[in-house]
Antibody, heavy 118, light 112 residues
């Protein structure tokens, strides 16, 4: 069964860091990119970027350069999103997704809520 | 960046009636392959987005045939032939021609 399973909700203080995981199963992990999408409360979808799961090369949207880092552990078929120096405006649901069957993101994780609050 | 503009942003619908959502891009999404890098999603309340239409007009697996996508270049339309109550949610288009991929603002579909 094809699946992307994400880690649980996080509550962090401003200035802290958080790492969100996205574990893939049921398909060949290194053959398909992992994309990350953000959704702030009550807002629309925003593309964060993607990582090439074969080479590890990341691409970030301009708004997400610097504090956002994608990484991989192919031995456990898991992708990670790390956000450092957290700000209140980073509060959002972060979702991973992959274009497995089509050119579009057709398999999604369940999303991880990251709340930044003191 | 390619700007995606959806309209309307809110769409009250009557079950059994048709509905249409427009998505326009600031530059052509037509690839040399002849396909348009434009996809449509529905995000139901409390759920992750689900793919409805890919490459402008191809229905994703399991998507009811009342959903259809059309258009090319910069103008695209998602149509629902007969709206059902389960179709409520927010619909998004996204361009995947070039990074950064960009979403439309979303169109909230609700039952009248």
């Amino acid at each position: 069964q094809v699946r992307l399973m994400q880690s649980g909700s996080e509550l962090k203080e401003p200035g802290a860091s958080v790492r969100v995981s996205c574990k893939a199963s049921g398909y060949s992990f290194t053959n398909y990119a992992i994309h990350w999408v953000r959704q702030a409360p009550g807002q629309g979808l925003e593309w964060v970027g993607w990582i090439n799961t074969n080479t590890g090369n990341p691409t970030y949207a301009q708004a997400f350069t610097g504090r956002f880092v994608f990484s991989l552990d192919t031995s456990v078929t898991t992708a990670y999103l790390q956000i450092s120096s957290l700000k209140a405006e980073d509060t959002a649901i972060y979702s991973c997704a992959t274009p497995l069957w089509t050119d579009a993101l057709d398999i999604w994780g369940q999303g991880t809520m990251v709340t930044v609050s003191s | 960046d390619i700007v995606m503009t959806q309209s309307p942003l809110s769409l009250p619908v009557t079950p059994g009636e048709p509905a249409a959502i427009s998505c326009r891009s600031s530059q052509s999404l037509l690839r040399s392959t002849g396909y348009n890098s434009l996809h449509w999603y529905l995000q139901k309340p409390g759920q992750s987005p689900q793919l409805l239409i890919y490459l402008g007009s191809h229905r994703a697996s399991g998507v009811p045939d009342r959903f259809s996508g059309s258009g090319s270049g910069t103008d695209f339309t998602l149509r629902i032939s007969r709206v059902e109550t389960e179709d409520v949610g927010v619909y998004y288009c996204i361009q995947a021609l070039q990074t950064p991929w960009t979403f439309g603002q979303g169109t909230k579909v609700e039952i009248k």
